[in-house]
């Protein structure tokens, strides 16, 4: 069945350090993603997008990656601060619809 | 903020209680969305509006039942729930939901506990 999932559930980063955190999907069929960033007690925030047109995308600190052949996702964030330690989850939206699959998370947690 | 609100945002209620969810959005979209998230478990899509016109209901049990009176305005009224039912319900709106490819914004969720 069609399953986005998130390789590592936890992960802690030294403040200053780069992150990364990975997605796996599953629908080939699926041309738009995007990075949502949720914290404690809030609904997700979306940090990220890119279209399955290109391979990689660039924000103010973070990065997406997109490698259609394996069908793998990552975020990256440069210089991580305590202000990112959230819960980090990917969603696929297969092409001609409207739903999107949501991974399941990664925590982010950044040591001071 | 998002642009999208929810009240309430903690709610307790009991097995033969009746309550409702609302949410306000104030982007101008067409579309709204409730979504299910529970511990260590993906958001579950609920319901669709796009237009006001319910165009998904992801099997869910009639125990939960949507209403759309504009599109700024969706409510999610809640009726003899069960326990299993405890969760963040979240609400969300997209430009509209017809081709996909809408970032969708989320508000804040509403805690929900079913004793």
């Known amino acids: 069945g069609e399953s986005v999932g998130l390789h590592l559930p936890t992960l802690s980063v030294q403040e200053g350090d780069n992150s990364i955190i990975n997605c796996a999907y599953s629908n080939s069929a699926s041309d738009y993603f995007i990075w949502y960033k949720q914290e404690s007690g809030k609904g997700p925030q979306f940090i990220i997008d890119?279209?399955?047109?290109?391979d990689k995308r660039q924000g103010q600190r973070v990065t997406v990656l997109l490698n259609k052949t394996v069908k793998h996702l990552s975020l990256q964030i440069a210089a991580t601060q305590p202000g990112d330690s959230a819960v980090y989850f990917c969603?696929?939206?297969?092409?001609?619809?409207?739903?999107?699959?949501f991974g399941t998370g990664t925590r982010l947690k950044v040591l001071a | 903020e998002t642009g999208v609100t929810q009240t309430p945002r903690h709610l307790v209620m009991g097995m033969t209680n009746k309550k409702s969810l609302k949410c306000e959005q104030h982007?101008?979209?067409?579309?709204m969305y409730w979504y299910k998230q529970s511990a260590k478990k993906p958001l579950e899509l609920m319901f669709v509006?796009?237009?006001?016109?319910?165009?998904e209901n992801n099997s869910v049990p009639s125990r939960f039942s949507p209403e759309c009176p504009n599109s700024s305005h969706l409510f999610l009224h809640l009726h003899t729930l069960q326990p299993e039912d405890s969760a963040l319900y979240l609400c969300?709106?997209?430009?509209?939901?017809?081709?996909?490819?809408?970032?969708?914004?989320f508000g804040p969720g509403t805690r929900l506990t079913v004793l």
């Open positions: 509006y796009n237009f006001k016109e319910q165009t």
């Open positions: 890119i279209r399955s047109n290109m």
């Open positions: 982007l101008g979209h067409n579309a």
């Open positions: 969603a696929e939206n297969p092409s001609g619809t409207y739903k999107y699959i």
């Open positions: 969300a709106s997209s430009q509209e939901s017809g081709t996909g490819n809408n970032e969708q914004f």
